[in-house]
């Protein structure tokens, strides 16, 4: 994270729930900082990419079908919540073929969250 520290809250939550002194959580923390960004950066690719495709199929005439990938959206969106956090206690991103946590540590294919 070029040496920049944690921001607090994060630090003082992590000390109320596991423990430890700052230094400690700032040096175990700090280095997956770069793939949690790199993470987030894809989902919000992946958000902006659904976004253009729902808007193009809007703007085509094909309201239906851009009807229908919403609704898959947030069937999954759904089943995710249900699941839940991984793990290690983090959200959910599409990747090819399935799904992985913003940590990029958990993965889940698509069949393993449909049969959920």
């Given at each position: 994270m070029d040496g920049a520290e944690l921001p607090v809250e994060m630090v003082n939550f992590v000390k109320a729930s596991e423990g430890g002194?700052?230094?400690?959580?700032?040096?175990?923390?700090a280095p997956q900082a770069p793939g949690v960004i790199a993470s987030i950066q894809a989902?919000?690719?992946e958000l902006?990419?659904?976004?253009?495709?729902?808007?193009?199929?809007?703007a085509s005439g094909q309201k239906d079908d851009a009807d229908a990938l919403k609704r898959e959206k947030?069937?999954?969106t759904a089943k995710?919540?249900?699941m839940?956090?991984?793990?290690a206690g983090f959200g959910w991103?599409?990747?090819p073929g399935g799904w992985v946590c913003s940590?990029?540590?958990?993965?889940?294919s698509d069949d393993e969250v449909d049969d959920n």
């Open positions: 002194t700052d230094e400690e959580i700032q040096g175990a923390l989902s919000l690719g902006t990419k659904f976004a253009e495709t729902v808007h193009e199929l809007e947030e069937r999954v995710l919540k249900q839940g956090a991984c793990c991103r599409k990747v940590a990029g540590i958990c993965k889940k």
